[in-house]
């Protein structure tokens, strides 16, 4: 290596990192994006677009919600009538009762 290295090496830093600078501050934004301006009436009809998405997608989930509930109340009923008097085997009889084994 010559004994002009370091300082080109220095030099070509310098002139990349005032390059990058130099690029960044022509090329950023100077105003942040807005968005263009509409009428008042194209603002309402824009919020009433809105809010009718928005009820459909309330409606739907309601709906859903509903169809849950009434999944669980079916099975809470299943449930109930499976565990009912008659089909729960009675516990008085000698064959039904629990023997404790020792360990």
């Given at each position: 290596m010559g004994?002009?290295?370091?300082?080109?090496?220095?030099?070509?830093?310098?002139?990349?990192?005032?390059?990058?600078?130099?690029?960044?501050?022509?090329?950023?934004?100077?105003?942040?994006?807005?968005?263009?301006?509409?009428?008042?009436?194209?603002?309402?009809?824009?919020?009433?677009?809105?809010?009718?998405?928005?009820e459909q997608s309330m409606q739907a989930m309601a709906v859903e919600i509903e169809r849950l509930g009434e999944g669980q109340r079916f099975t809470t009923k299943l449930l109930t009538e499976r565990t009912a008097p008659g089909l729960v085997a009675p516990r008085e009889r000698e064959e039904y009762r629990r023997a404790d084994t020792p360990h």
């Amino acid at each position: 290596m010559g004994p002009n290295v370091i300082p080109v090496a220095f030099f070509a830093s310098i002139a990349w990192i005032a390059w990058a600078a130099a690029y960044a501050w022509t090329h950023r934004p100077s105003q942040p994006q807005r968005e263009p301006e509409f009428d008042a009436l194209t603002r309402a009809n824009r919020l009433e677009e809105r809010l009718e998405r928005i009820e459909q997608s309330m409606q739907a989930m309601a709906v859903e919600i509903e169809r849950l509930g009434e999944g669980q109340r079916f099975t809470t009923k299943l449930l109930t009538e499976r565990t009912a008097p008659g089909l729960v085997a009675p516990r008085e009889r000698e064959e039904y009762r629990r023997a404790d084994t020792p360990h």
